[in-house]
Structures are given as C-alpha cells and as structure tokens.
C-alpha cells in the first residue's frame, strides 16, 4: 500500500491579492503602492494583512495604522473582510478538485490536498506542484508549496520555504531546521521553547517526549510526532468525495452549448457503465465545469429513483440549464468538464415489460424529476398521511422526490360511501375568526355569524365534532374545539370551529370568558 502524500499550499497574501484581483477586474489602474488591510483591535487600527511591497518597507502584522502611515504616507488601506477572503479561499477549493477531490482547509489561510495515487495523471508529484502553483501564480496569488507524507510536516515546510517534496520517511530531516513557530502552535509555547533554548524543530525533537509533555501538553507532543513522519492524522475534506467520477479534459477549451451538451451525454455514457457494474443507479448528481480563469461552476440534479440510463442524466441537465436564472458563463472556455455520481444507491431489478403499474411509476417518477429539475426539488412537492386527529396535521408536505414510494405506499382514510366529506376540500393555513351574534350553549352551532364583513345566516348544521388537542407534544394548555359543518341561506358550506368550551376558560378576575369562533375551511 503506498503512503499517503500531501500536497500542501499557503496563500500570506490572500486578502491583498484579492484586493489587486478586484481592481484589476474593475478596470482601476495598477499600482505599485503598498498595500495594507487593517482591523480593529484593542480600539485600535493595526495591520491584520500586507503586500510584499508593504514587507520590504519594514511593515509587519501587528503594526499600528499611524506607525504605518508614518513610515509610508502614500500606503493603500483597506478594511478587513474576513468573509470575502473566505469566499476567495472556498473558490481556490473548488479550483483545487480538479486535482485530488481531497481537498481540506487549512486556516487560516492554507489549503491541504490528498495527492496519494493521483500525480501520476499529472506527470508527477513535482510537475503536479508546479502546474498548480503555476497557473495560481498567474491568477495573481502568491502561493508557496510543499509535498510530504503528514499534514503537519507539510504545513511547517510551507511556512519557511517554497517547493520542498520530502521523500517518504524524510520528514524528520527535513523539519529539522525549521524555526518552532513554523509548527503553526500556540504563540505562549512557541515563547516558551524560546525561552528554554530550543529555536529549531531538531532542537525539539532532541529532548524527551516526557520533558516536552510535561512543560507544554500532551497535544504539542503529537503535533511534533506529527510533523517528524513518527505518526499521521487525517485531514477533513470540505466536501466528501463522491461516489463515482468521470471527466473530460480539453487541450483546446469549449465554450459552445452543443460542444458541452455532447461531453455532457459522453460522460453520462461513461458514468452509467462504471455503475452498472456494481449495479447501482444515481440519486444526485452533479456537473462541474472548470473555467480557464479558475472559476468553478457546478450544477446539480436529482433524481426521484435510481438512474440508470445515460439518456435520463442527459434530459435532466439539459432541463436543469435550461431554467438557470444564471446562465452557465463559459468565459474563455472550458478545459475541465467532470460528471461525478455524489449520491448513490443499489438498483432493485423490476419486471418492467408486463407490469403496468410499475410503468406508470416510472413516468410520473421521470415527470417529477424534469419539473424539479427545472424549478428546483424542494418546489415539488407531496402530501403523506399522518396518524394525529388534529386536522391540521393529517397531511405531511415533502419534498416528491425523495419520498415518492411512500406516498405510493400510504394509505389514506377511505371516505364513507353515500356521505358528505368530513373535511373540507379547502382548509386555511391559519384559521380566520368570526363574529358570532347568537349560539346555544352548551355545544350548539352559530345562528348568525359574520366572516370578512359579510353576514351568513345558518341554516343547517352537523356536530359538533368534538377534537381535545394533543397535550403530549407541547407544554402549552390549548382548549378542546367543536367542530361544526355548516350552511349559510345561499348554499354556502363552511367549516367552523369554537375554540374552547362555555366556562371552560377564566379571565383575569376569576370570571368566565366565551370561547372563540373560527372558520377553518370551505366545502365544495
């Protein structure tokens, strides 16, 4: 089995670059003014990010703003927006998957890739290196690298220096020079170790773990286990890798809807075959163009069942870009188009030839996956029944998609032949209250009652059917209801309810108050 390797890389200038990147896209003249973002702290502007141009005048992190001003008066300030560079950083990952989908944040300002098994696709572990820091480099980053067996070894490599590769079983010559704060640890033991005469990882590494968990922790011991190749963690990709991938890359990049629309049904071909063969079928999936730029699109279906053929993928995502609000950009062009299975799950074999019941199935499982895929799944919708006699509760909205044999599979109260409905056809999401003139007690309907300032004079009724709420799912005391059906002179039939009983219900001063009326639904 061979050993893991990963890839690390480091972006110090990422909030200044982002700031140069947007000019540059605005138009705005280049400068060679140093730049500086500042934050807040202690009441106080200081730098929190600076340009190599700001490091040679002698500005470091940490510096006050007037300290700053006062050395280069001309210097470009802007403010801090840690949320900016974390949208820069979450699109340099997606940018990353087209290498390893292994890819894990490294805050605050790294990344990590699991390279293991996949630079030979790329001519190696150092040409890998060198294309991706490359075209980083030309997207306006400063970037440095390093490839190593550990992620913490890696991370102290780039820290120093830029394009190491440490061979396996390497790593402790290799951290051995380090200065300890390339660790990346807490800045109290990194002043510590200075303190204690220990400036080099090597000088660490000299003394004995027990000394060294004693004076600083047990979790710094494993750090530096870590980065001298003695133990491994595992990083934490951001997004899980998907079931089944398959790409297509381009030595001259697309840009035209047919040439996409055809490498599209390609790959579905492609990814449909690697499925059969441990017979299973795609539940989500998602297509990811890679732009020359380093802009990543992706775009993602569902499916109700299984997919299985390559032509349903295929009508799924040419629905899916039909109806983008966002038309897919393609710039210069694409380079990169990847078709990747994320979710996946095994295909039940059904006699499809002479059983119209799992045809038609099948249909309204396709209709419902074209409409979601045009509008969006959680637009798509599905009642299920639930076991409560509270009647707002009877139905359950779903999503169709992921609940389409369950709502094949319920059964529903049968309505009782040669009887009007107990429900109404229309019900109110939220019950609208009524006036009543005159009622009999205890449990009679309204005579009169006036709802959106129009007056209805009863004059036939059922009930009432008595409903108590369910006191097991809440703590709130909620009044028992009686429900009535009822006709108005016009023909008009409503469905009405008194929210609690006559001297059920006290006021403040101990009286009995009367319950309330509402209409709750219409009957056809």
């Known amino acids: 089995m061979a050993r893991r390797r990963i890839l690390s890389l480091w972006l110090p200038r990422l909030p200044t670059d982002r700031i140069r990147r947007k000019s540059f896209r605005c138009g705005e003249p280049d400068s060679d003014r140093p730049c500086i973002i500042v934050a807040k702290q202690n ?28 050395i280069c008066p001309d210097i470009a300030v802007f403010d801090a927006d840690d949320a900016a560079d974390a949208q820069t950083l979450n699109g340099i990952v997606d940018w990353c998957d087209r290498f390893t989908p292994l890819v894990a944040l490294d805050p605050p300002h790294g990344l990590l ?18 294309a991706l820091c490359g075209a980083l480099t030309r997207q306006g980053f400063v970037v440095s690298a390093a490839i190593a067996g550990t992620p913490a070894c890696v991370r102290a490599l780039t820290r120093h220096a830029h394009g190491r590769i440490v061979p396996p079983g390497k790593e402790l010559e290799a951290v051995a020079p380090l200065p300890v704060f390339t660790l990346g640890t807490d800045d ?12 080099t990882i090597g000088d660490v590494a000299a003394r004995g773990r027990h000394e060294i968990a004693a004076r600083f922790g047990s979790a710094f011991t494993a750090l530096l286990e870590q980065a001298l190749g003695q133990s491994d963690a595992p990083i934490s990709p951001r997004k899980p890798p998907p079931d089944y991938i398959v790409e297509k890359r381009f030595a001259e990049p697309i840009a035209t809807d047919g040439a996409i629309a055809m490498t599209l049904a390609s790959l579905a071909r492609t990814l449909i075959a690697a499925m059969e063969k441990q017979g299973k079928g795609a539940r989500r999936l998602e297509a990811s163009f890679f732009r020359t730029d380093g802009a990543v699109r992706v775009i993602a279906v569902e499916a109700g069942r299984p997919v299985t053929r390559g032509e349903i993928i295929d009508r799924l995502f040419r629905e899916r870009l039909d109806a983008l609000a966002d038309p897919l950009d393609p710039g210069f062009g694409f380079d990169l ?39 969006g799944g959680h637009r798509v919708v599905m009642h299920l029944p639930q076991d409560t006699h509270i009647p707002g509760r009877a139905a ?73 709420m369910e006191w097991w799912r809440t703590q709130e005391g909620r009044p028992t209801r009686d429900y009535f059906r009822v006709e108005d002179e016009a023909g008009l039939r409503f469905w009405l309810y008194r929210d609690g009983l006559y001297g059920e219900a006290a006021g403040e001063g101990g009286g009995a108050v009367p319950p309330r009326w509402f209409v709750h639904g219409l009957f056809a």
């Open 43 to 70: 009441n106080a502007l200081v730098i929190a990010a600076l340009d190599d141009a700001a490091a040679r005048l002698g500005l470091a992190v940490g510096l006050p703003l007037a300290n700053a001003r006062a």
């Open 113 to 130: 890739l699991d390279i293991t098994g996949c630079t030979h696709l790329f001519g190696g572990e150092a040409a890998l290196m060198k």
């Open 188 to 199: 109290a033991i990194t002043r510590g170790l200075r303190r204690a005469g220990l400036k």
């Open 337 to 375: 188009v990847r078709l990747s299975a994320v979710r996946t799950e095994s295909v039940v074999q059904e006699q499809r030839d002479l059983d119209a019941h799992v045809r038609d199935n099948d249909e309204v499982a396709a209709l419902i996956d074209r409409i979601a895929a045009r509008i």
């Open 396 to 468: 359950l909205l779903l999503p169709a998609q992921r609940h389409l044999v369950a709502a094949m599979l319920a059964e529903w109260p049968a309505r009782i032949e040669s009887e009007p409905p107990l429900r109404p056809l229309r019900m109110f999401a939220r019950p609208e209250p009524i006036e009543v003139t005159m009622a009999e007690v205890p449990d009679k309907p309204p005579r009169h009652f006036t709802w959106r300032r129009a007056t209805h004079t009863v004059v036939r009724a059922e009930g009432p059917e008595r409903i108590a």
